[in-house]
């Protein structure tokens, strides 16, 4: 079955950087567009970033731009998002997710959770003022 691990999670201070990885299996992962969201504590879930299946375009939110990055490997099955300047409001779980349903596609921009059908349980990152 489908399966999308987050590691890397943890507790940093304002102006910090963190790496997280999502390792995935069961899927296609070579051909399946990726992203990352996040839930801030008693806020909805919001798209952080994505990325299309081979890896040659990406697409971040307004508030991490410039400060986060993402990409992935093949060869290891794994997507990862650079956080750099870390704020607090950048404190949230952070989930991985795949458009399973794709083969070889882009990013469905528009669509509800830009078309992600496979979740990980998310990784806590937590930023100290």
């Known amino acids: 079955q489908v399966q999308l691990v987050e590691s890397g999670g943890g507790l940093a201070q304002a102006g910090d950087s963190l790496r997280l990885s999502c390792l995935a299996s069961?899927?296609?992962?070579?051909?399946?567009?990726m992203a990352w969201f996040r839930q801030a504590p008693g806020k909805e879930r919001e798209f952080v970033g994505g990325?299309?299946?081979?890896?040659?375009?990406?697409y971040y939110a307004d508030s991490v731009k410039g400060r986060f990055a993402i990409w992935r490997d093949g060869d290891k099955e794994t997507l990862y998002l650079q956080m750099n300047i870390l704020k607090p409001e950048d404190t949230a779980v952070y989930y991985c997710a795949a458009d399973t349903s794709q083969s070889g596609g882009s990013l469905r921009v528009g669509a509800v959770d830009y078309g992600m059908d496979a979740w990980g349980k998310g990784t806590l990152v937590t930023v100290s003022s």
């Open positions: 990325i299309n299946w081979s890896g040659g375009s990406t």
């Open positions: 069961g899927f296609v992962f070579m051909t399946a567009p």
